[in-house]
């Protein structure tokens, strides 16, 4: 199997499948803080763990771990990643170089498993900014002569029913307003693409105004989310709920001033949206309804 497949096929498990099953088994523990909402903090471990199991027969392990390996830095979990089509996913160029490669933040070494750490001995492996727009939510590095893209994965949280607020995801990608937003997408993610549906939104009011309600959304954490949502479902019905749930979800793409993209979860029909890196869900409010029905993504474009 090749590596972009492993990719595409472990980031298809998303975080409601993993609550699906969560329901299915009906599994609550004492001690279990690692539930699925820090699970999916670790998903990008565990893609980089099934690479290593998985690699090709008659290829080297080395050339594939250099495809995704895993690194924690300055709070976050992120995806070392030299996949075209996972680059260009994100809003950088298909190819990252040394022009890219901007402030030095810190040096790395490999660790035990397949990925990164950080150490404070000069090392061949180093972390950049990237020069195109720094932020939290893309790194440079360089190992030797190659360069990498280092993509956030989510925040390292302690407990599941920690909750971040949403608008610290946007700071991850340099958005500290509205005006860092210049589009706002409604996708469809199949293996290897993704294609926009429904048109997309561009005028400046309209994004100030998403960005202020979305911005304004109570957060919940994943046990406090499960309470409210399926506490009071029957056991044996909690697997359909689950499923119900999940069916619903659309895909709203942002894209910053600087090319960057990122995704928030909707699930229009039960009030929710779930954020992809927060591992936070925020509940809808009469403001966002609104706006989804002024600025309705069947056929609107600007």
């Given at each position: 199997?090749?590596?972009?497949?492993?990719?595409?096929?472990?980031?298809?498990?998303?975080?409601?499948?993993l609550?699906?099953?969560?329901?299915?088994?009906?599994?609550?523990?004492?001690n279990?803080?690692?539930?699925?909402?820090?699970?999916?903090?670790?998903?990008?471990?565990?893609?980089?763990?099934?690479?290593?199991?998985?690699?090709?027969?008659?290829?080297?392990?080395?050339?594939?771990?250099?495809?995704i390996?895993?690194?924690?830095?300055?709070?976050?979990?992120y995806?070392?990643?030299?996949?075209?089509?996972?680059?260009?996913?994100?809003?950088?160029?298909?190819k990252?170089?040394?022009?890219?490669?901007?402030?030095?933040?810190?040096?790395?070494?490999?660790?035990?498993?397949?990925?990164?750490e950080?150490?404070?001995?000069?090392?061949?492996?180093?972390?950049?900014?990237?020069?195109?727009?720094?932020?939290?939510?893309?790194?440079?590095?360089?190992d030797?002569e190659?360069y990498?893209?280092?993509?956030?994965?989510?925040?390292?949280?302690?407990?599941?029913?920690?909750?971040?607020?949403?608008?610290?995801?946007?700071?991850?990608?340099?958005?500290?307003?509205?005006?860092?937003?210049?589009?706002?997408?409604h996708?469809?993610?199949?293996?290897?693409t993704?294609?926009?549906?429904?048109?997309?939104?561009?005028?400046?009011?309209?994004?100030?105004e998403?960005?202020?309600?979305?911005?304004?959304?109570?957060?919940?954490?994943?046990d406090?989310?499960?309470?409210?949502?399926?506490?009071?479902?029957?056991?044996?019905?909690?697997?359909a709920?689950?499923t119900?749930?999940?069916?619903?979800?659309?895909?709203?793409?942002?894209?910053?001033?600087?090319?960057?993209?990122?995704?928030?979860?909707?699930?229009?029909?039960?009030?929710?949206?779930?954020?992809?890196?927060?591992?936070?869900?925020?509940?809808?409010?009469?403001?966002?309804?609104?706006?989804?029905?002024?600025?309705?993504?069947?056929?609107?474009?600007?």
């Amino acid at each position: 199997m090749r590596t972009i497949d492993l990719y595409h096929a472990f980031h298809a498990v998303d975080d409601d499948i993993l609550e699906r099953s969560e329901a299915a088994i009906g599994r609550r523990k004492k001690n279990g803080w690692l539930k699925w909402g820090t699970i999916a903090a670790c998903l990008c471990l565990c893609v980089v763990g099934a690479i290593s199991i998985f690699y090709p027969k008659g290829g080297s392990q080395d050339s594939v771990v250099q495809a995704i390996a895993a690194l924690e830095f300055n709070g976050c979990y992120y995806e070392v990643c030299n996949i075209e089509s996972v680059l260009e996913s994100c809003g950088l160029p298909n190819k990252i170089t040394a022009e890219m490669a901007g402030e030095h933040l810190a040096y790395l070494e490999h660790n035990d498993g397949a990925g990164y750490e950080e150490t404070a001995k000069q090392t061949d492996i180093e972390l950049y900014q990237y020069a195109p727009s720094p932020c939290r939510g893309v790194y440079v590095v360089r190992d030797g002569e190659n360069y990498m893209a280092a993509l956030f994965c989510n925040f390292r949280l302690f407990d599941s029913n920690t909750n971040v607020e949403l608008s610290e995801l946007y700071r991850v990608y340099g958005v500290d307003g509205a005006e860092d937003i210049s589009v706002i997408a409604h996708i469809e993610s199949k293996p290897g693409t993704e294609a926009v549906v429904n048109g997309t939104v561009t005028d400046a009011e309209a994004i100030a105004e998403f960005y202020e309600h979305t911005t304004s959304l109570a957060s919940f954490g994943n046990d406090d989310f499960q309470a409210i949502m399926f506490g009071n479902i029957p056991k044996e019905d909690k697997p359909a709920a689950h499923t119900a749930f999940a069916d619903d979800a659309i895909t709203l793409r942002i894209e910053t001033k600087t090319g960057l993209r990122f995704n928030l979860r909707v699930y229009p029909s039960y009030g929710w949206i779930y954020g992809p890196g927060t591992l936070s869900y925020y509940q809808m409010d009469e403001g966002i309804f609104n706006w989804s029905e002024k600025y309705s993504f069947e056929g609107y474009s600007n």
